[in-house]
């Protein structure tokens, strides 16, 4: 049977949208983790860390997130490991906005001046010291707003986790959209509640950028 | 023992030779300008005293320490070694009080009070006292560069090494920065000064270094040197850095 479109599924993708933004949580968690290690990898002096982690990313960056999704759900079941979708979105994202977050890490961690390591070098501090006191701190400024930038993609990315039965808002809207067979509303619903959590985001991520391109 | 001594010390970058078998012997109050043309290996030297280059052959020793010894601990001779840059080098997002503490703090364990105790001192040796709560890019470059001179007085060198520290400098504010390093030298620091800057050079300077296609080629007394080059290379640098 089929039913309205009204204000009671709206709410219901407005809450749904709650799972997106939790997938879109844990992705970043995971990717961060991956990523600021490939990022220190791929900048280290000892070049098997450096091809190891370039690999990785390349390998990562050719390939579609959606075949990692698979992989893992899938794959994994039919290996006689069953996971749920959350593990398997857990992996699958970790290690796809890893392999992004390492290259935007590594490019800010480079864009800091050589001669920023050699003073805090001839002052006689440490490799981490150096790291953590004087290039982490310039690098992060650097790295706000492409990490905000790619946050965004992450965001929309999350709606690929719908098939593997996550219902997140993408797939509520498709549910919904079954139900009440109004599927240009829905949708329009739903690209609007995407729209409203990404916009603020890049709109911030723009205001970063134009001022460390003035504190330059 | 020599505060500084360099034997036989060659550098190659590739194929390149860029220092060629300098030997150098510094004794503790001395203060050094090494002159020459680019590219002529200055800035080279100054920067294997610290260990930021590493050498091919020879060895240097500071305080009988070997600088080119993978057992000796770089971090510790580096303590008592400062390098102030031509690019002064400050921390972009430290204030200067965190710019000049941050080593004493870390490196040698000083306590926030006593660490910011002495860079209001180093600070008002270099006349900049009132701005240990400033931003580096709120300083005219002048300034930066007396902060970064701070910086490496704070961790009390035996040792300073300045690579053509004014040269990043418009003409007018270089007055500032050579007052800074005459009050240094006259405090009896023992100095290696990488410069362009020959009336410093003539009047504060114990010695004269002249580097040619990565060798000493002449060296002696200022006055001496400057007035009588023995050699052909020397006189004509002098001829084209003086008029």
Redesign the interface.
């Known amino acids: 049977m089929i039913r309205e479109f009204g204000t009671g599924d709206i709410v219901y993708l407005v809450f749904a949208a709650r799972w997106t933004l939790a997938l879109t949580a844990l992705a970043f968690t995971g990717g961060a983790c991956v990523g600021l290690i490939l990022a220190v990898l791929r900048i280290s002096s000892l070049a098997p860390l450096r091809i190891m982690a370039s690999l990785y990313i390349q390998i990562v960056q050719g390939t579609p997130l959606l075949v990692w999704l698979f992989l893992f759900y899938f794959g994994l079941s039919i290996a006689g490991l069953p996971v749920n979708a959350w593990t398997a979105a857990a992996f699958a994202y970790s290690i796809y906005g890893g392999a992004f977050l390492g290259e935007i890490w590594r490019g800010a961690l480079i864009a800091v001046?050589p001669?920023?390591w050699?003073?805090?070098?001839?002052?006689?501090?440490?490799y981490l010291?150096q790291m953590r006191?004087?290039i982490m701190?310039?690098a992060v400024?650097i790295a706000t707003p492409p990490t905000i930038g790619f946050m965004v993609q992450l965001i929309k990315n999350t709606s690929l986790a719908a098939t593997i039965g996550f219902v997140e808002l993408t797939r509520e809207g498709q549910l919904t959209s079954a139900s009440t067979y109004k599927p240009f509303a829905v949708y329009i619903t739903v690209a609007c509640i995407y729209f409203l959590i990404c916009f603020p985001l890049t709109q911030w991520s723009r205001r970063l950028e134009d001022r460390f391109n003035v504190?330059r | 023992m020599s505060r500084v001594e360099l034997t036989n010390v060659s550098k190659n970058y590739g194929p390149l030779r860029v220092l060629n078998d300098v030997s150098l012997t510094i004794e503790t109050g001395e203060v050094i300008a090494i002159i020459g043309r680019s590219g002529s290996g200055k800035s080279t030297l100054l920067r294997c005293l610290n260990g930021l280059e590493p050498i091919q052959a020879g060895h240097i020793l500071i305080d009988g320490v070997k600088v080119n010894d993978p057992d000796t601990d770089l971090r510790k001779l580096r303590q008592n070694v400062g390098i102030v840059f031509q690019s002064f080098n400050l921390f972009p997002h430290l204030s200067v009080s965190d710019n000049i503490t941050l080593a004493p703090r870390l490196v040698l364990k000083q306590s926030p009070e006593q660490a910011r105790k002495i860079a209001a001192d180093v600070l008002a040796r270099v006349g900049l006292a009132d701005k240990i709560d400033a931003l580096p890019q709120q300083l005219s470059g002048g300034q930066q560069q007396r902060v970064a001179i701070a910086r490496s007085l704070a961790m009390n060198p035996q040792l300073m090494l300045f690579d053509e520290v004014t040269s990043a400098l418009d003409p007018e504010l270089t007055g500032e920065v050579l007052r800074v390093l005459e009050g240094v030298a006259r405090e009896g620091m023992t100095m290696i000064l990488v410069t362009h800057e020959m009336g410093f050079a003539r009047h504060f300077a114990t010695r004269i270094v002249f580097m040619h296609e990565g060798k000493v080629w002449e060296q002696g007394p200022v006055a001496d040197t400057l007035s009588h080059p023995q050699t052909a290379e020397l006189k004509s640098f002098l001829d084209a850095v003086l008029n």
């Open positions: 001046a001669t920023q050699e003073a805090g070098a001839s002052l006689g501090l440490t010291q006191y004087i701190p310039q400024r504190a």
